[in-house]
C-alpha cells in the first residue's frame, strides 16, 4: 500500500480480525504488532491501531465488495428515498440495498 492512502474497508476488517485472532491466541502486543506489520506490510504503529481496535471490538463483519448500479427513478421517489435515508441516519445505498433485498426475499423465499 502506498504511503498516505487508505485501507478499503474490507482490507481493514480482515486486519482487524487477524489482530483480533494475535490476541485471541495470547500473543503480546509488541510481538503481534511484529507479526501484524509484517504480514500486511503495514508500519508498526499502524498494526497497533488494528491491535487496538481489535482489543476493543473483537472480530468485524468483512464488507461484501460493492458495484455502481444506476437507474432510472421518478423525481419524487428519489426524494423520498433521501429523506428516508436521512431520518433513519442512514446511506441512500443501504436503504435501497435492504429494499431490495427484502423485496427479493419476498418475491423468492429467500432464495438467491
Do not use: C, W
Not at 482487524?16 to 507479526?35: H, K, M, S, T, Y
Not at 472480530?59 to 428515498?81: I, N, Y
Not at 443501504?94 to 419476498?106: H, M, N
Request: proline residues 4%.
Amino acid at each position: 500500500m502506498s504511503p498516505g492512502s487508505r485501507a478499503r474497508a474490507d482490507q481493514a476488517a480482515q486486519r482487524i480480525n487477524a489482530a483480533a485472532g494475535l490476541l485471541a491466541r495470547g500473543i503480546e502486543v509488541p510481538a503481534a504488532a511484529r507479526q501484524l506489520a509484517r504480514r500486511h506490510r503495514l508500519s508498526e504503529r499502524q498494526a497497533r491501531r488494528y491491535l487496538e481496535r481489535a482489543r476493543a471490538d473483537g472480530p468485524v463483519e468483512v464488507p461484501r465488495a460493492k458495484v455502481a448500479f444506476t437507474v432510472k427513478l421518478a423525481a419524487d421517489v428519489v426524494g423520498r428515498v433521501r429523506t428516508q435515508a436521512r431520518r433513519s441516519g442512514r446511506t441512500v445505498s443501504a436503504l435501497v440495498t435492504q429494499a431490495i433485498v427484502e423485496y427479493l426475499d419476498r418475491l423468492h423465499g429467500g432464495a438467491p
